[in-house]
């Protein structure tokens, strides 16, 4: 019975940090103009998430994802032209996907849903690889490559729970309104972290 009790209590924990994070991390993302703000508030959202992993009971989430908000405000911006660049890419690429309709140039999809596979789940990780190692940004996208590639066993799972959860929130819409960008967030983070730790498990060997 008190393991079930400290269950929900841990439950009920993380229902109300990821709705008070979504709330945050859109108030930061306005706070920004959105353009200027939607990468700070995703570093402090993805930073304040990871700290809550190890010292639940020790921060306060709203000094905390503010902190981080500050902090980061200046590298977000190479962070976000990082992204632009992400989402010119598979935008261009799903134009050529719908455009591409022959059968010899059918052939050349496999490889294109291939690419796009490996940079959504390349965009997945950049933030969390850049909040949990703190390396300078000239390190980040290679070292976010050589993490990505060296996990997969963690991609599918992440990927396809981030699915889900997007499937969820098209047939119940109201859930959007509570959780937002912080669930998927939350799943990204979880399985971040194990990636992170076989990797460096691998680096110790």
Known sequence: ?????????????????????????????????????????????????????????????????KKEYKTNFKHSLILGFLYLVIALFIYSYIQFLTATTTSLLAYTHIFIFAFLFLLILFSFYLIPVYVHFEMNINKLIPNTLRILLANMKWNFPMLLTVVAVVLVYIKFSVTLLFFGVSLPAFIISYFCRKAFQDFQDKQNI
């Open 1 to 65: 019975m008190e393991k079930a009790t400290n269950i929900l209590t841990v439950f009920s924990e993380w229902v109300m940090n990821l709705f008070l994070l979504h709330i945050y991390w859109m108030i930061g993302t306005l706070l920004g103009g959105v353009v200027f703000g939607i990468v700070p508030s995703s570093i402090a959202l993805f930073s304040t998430i990871r700290k809550l992993f190890t010292h639940s009971q020790t921060i306060n989430v709203f000094d905390y994802f």
